[in-house]
T-cell receptor
Framework: QKEVEQDPGPLSVPEGAIVSLNCTYS??????FMWYRQYSRKGPELLMY????GNKEDGRFTAQVDKSSKYISLFIRDSQPSDSATYLC?????????????FGTGTKLQVIP | SAVISQKPSRDICQRGTSLTIQCQVD?????MFWYRQQPGQSLTLIAT?????????ESGFVIDKFPISRPNLTFSTLTVSNMSPEDSSIYLC??????????????FGPGTRLTVL
């Protein structure tokens, strides 16, 4: 079993739809949860990060963490064609010194105009 | 934030040869990382490169195959040695996010797309 599982998609939605992207994980020591966005032929860029359980909102993006279920989500409201990219979830134990980050395989999202 | 550049952006190489990938950052950082990204697979950490010390390699990666240099706080190189088609991948350099060190977030370069024939 992989430490982090993420549906690779592709996920295709119409413009304006609400998008839900998800990851599950097995390591209960993970405390920091990140979402990176990667456009084609570019490096990943940090979209959001959260600590422990709960929600965090940033504009049209909401990150949600449920540690009891070992499940994290990223919601995109009013999706735009410019949101078309691959979304990578990432996690670390974050115990102070720099910790190795474990990434999901990424979900490819296409928003159709 | 940090701006990272990588050279070359892409290359096509012959089996048995070596390629050195350069990573340049616009600010001084202690920790730099090298990743491999293969289709359908997650980003895989190859090694962590701290200035002034030997690189630390992850399980499955060895220095003879992936030698790394870190001569100063803004630059690093990764060499892919004695290449085989299985080394075809995107290689990414990243650096620590010093403003949010506790979160382990990173800034990534644009990647080097390597094809080995």
């Amino acid at each position: 079993q992989k430490e982090v599982e993420q549906d690779p998609g592709p996920l295709s939605v119409p413009e304006g739809a609400i998008v839900s992207l998800n990851c599950t994980y097995s390591n209960s020591a993970f405390q920091y949860f990140m979402w990176y966005r990667q456009y084609s032929r570019k490096g990943p860029e940090l979209l959001m990060y959260t600590y422990s359980s709960g929600n965090k909102e940033d504009g049209r993006f909401t990150a949600q963490v449920d540690k009891s279920s070992k499940y994290i989500s990223l919601f995109i409201r009013d999706s735009q064609p410019s949101d078309s990219a691959t979304y990578l979830c990432a996690m670390s134990e974050g115990s102070g010194g720099y910790q190795k980050v474990t990434f999901g395989t990424g979900t490819k999202l296409q928003v159709i105009p | 934030s940090a701006v990272i550049s990588q050279k070359p952006s892409r290359d096509i190489c012959q089996r048995g040869t070596s390629l050195t990938i350069q990573c340049q950052v616009d600010s001084q950082v202690t920790m730099m990382f090298w990743y491999r990204q293969q289709p359908g697979q997650s980003l895989t950490l190859i090694a962590t490169a701290n200035q002034g010390s030997e690189a630390t390699y992850e399980s499955g990666f060895v220095i003879d195959k992936f030698p790394i240099s870190r001569p100063n706080l803004t630059f690093s190189t990764l060499t892919v040695s004695n290449m085989s088609p299985e080394d075809s991948s995107i290689y990414l350099c990243s650096v620590e996010d010093r403003a949010r060190r506790v979160t382990d977030t990173q800034y990534f370069g644009p990647g080097t797309r390597l094809t080995v024939l």
